[in-house]
């Protein structure tokens, strides 16, 4: 069966630091890869996608994600952290037998001013 | 605009009681989903339906139930027998067309029995 493991449970950084959330999937076939966000209050939202093709994936926000098959990860960076940012963070893949998602644990970013 | 609807977003209980939680989507899709969100635990499926009066058992389906009378709602129940149900609980949607695999959510309902 298909998972995903989210290493990262807790960061925190400084406004402006660099951010990389790791995602490693387990699954021997053709992957889709989802990342999605939590902001305090509001409903889950999709940042970003990979599908196949570019393995350097943009999101909305500044956010863009690298699928690197051979390390089966898709970890999720964005250069420049902004308070707005905090949030919590999960990845996610198709779990084709069921047309479902599984998702990761989560990683909850906190972003000081 | 499109969406998906829950409701209540705030729902208190007491032990031994079931209720209902409120899930519509006028987004056309077929597929609908419940998720149950856990503090670091990520999201857990519950339960799944790709067309109406059809659905199936998520991961975690012990003590929910659900229906799906119609392709815009799928109404989530947590019987008594769900043994620790205070959680979030979240619905989301597929459209079938394009194989994407991308969910849709809905704001989520919190359930927290007292």
């Known amino acids: 069966a298909q998972s995903v493991s989210q290493h990262n449970h807790h960061v925190i950084l400084s406004e402006a630091a660099s951010l990389e959330l790791g995602c490693n999937y387990s699954?021997?076939?053709?992957?889709?890869l989802f990342w999605y966000v939590q902001y305090p209050g509001q409903h889950l939202q999709l940042l970003l996608k990979y599908f196949s093709g570019d393995p350097l994936v943009k999101g909305i926000k500044g956010f863009e994600a690298e699928f690197i098959k051979s390390k089966f990860s898709f970890n999720l960076r964005k250069p420049s952290v902004q308070w707005s940012d905090t949030a919590e963070y999960f990845c996610a893949l198709p779990d084709t037998g069921r047309r479902a998602l599984t998702f990761g644990s989560g990683t909850r970013l906190q972003v000081q001013p | 605009d499109g969406g998906i609807t829950q409701s209540p977003k705030y729902l208190f209980r007491k032990e031994g009681q079931n209720v209902t939680l409120s899930c519509e989507q006028n987004l056309n899709h077929d597929a609908m989903y419940w998720y149950r969100q856990d503090p670091g635990q990520g999201l857990r499926l519950i339960y799944y339906s790709q067309i109406v009066n059809d659905f199936q058992k998520g991961d975690i389906a012990e003590g929910y139930s659900v229906s799906r009378e119609k392709k815009e709602s799928f109404p989530l129940t947590v019987t008594s027998a769900q043994k620790n149900p205070t959680a979030f609980y979240l619905c989301?949607?597929?459209?079938?067309?394009?194989?994407?695999?991308?969910?849709?959510f809905g704001e989520g309902s919190r359930l927290t029995v007292l």
């Open positions: 699954y021997g076939g053709t992957v889709n």
């Open positions: 989301a949607s597929m459209t079938r067309e394009g194989n994407t695999g991308e969910l849709f």
